[in-house]
């Protein structure tokens, strides 16, 4: 291990990881993907339980990461205009996976906490 270094930033998983990680920010890709481009007023219609800060503050940390554009247009008042980058594009299958995963274990959980007999493991290695 490189003097100096954590073991986890060797691990190049965790750094695509907190690009993705906190709240709404998945959700913000989720919907970029579902609806191609979005104005701020409609990511708050889609998500009406999120602050206006909050929103703003993923916006803005999702674009320092080159997974979203940010399109201001030159109007009074000011249209600004999200969609996907072609990075942000680029984690379509990788979400979709996790997605696919996250509704497995949710009824694997589900029926393990009902008291239901175990789910078999998967004899595929993994």
Known sequence: ????????????????LNKIAGPWTTYILYLLRQ????????FRSHMPAISP????????RLEADGLIFRDQRPTIPPQVFYSLTA??????????ALG????????EDSVRDSGSPAIAESSDGY
Do not use: Y
């Open 87 to 96: 990075r942000g594009a680029e984690l379509k299958d990788i979400l979709d």
């Open 53 to 60: 800060k909050v929103l703003t503050e993923r916006l803005r």
């Open 100 to 107: 696919a995963t996250a509704l497995r274990w949710a009824q």
């Open 35 to 42: 609806n191609g481009v979005l104005r701020f007023g409609e």
């Open 1 to 16: 291990m490189a003097e100096g270094r954590n073991s986890h930033e060797e691990c190049p998983v965790d750094s695509l």
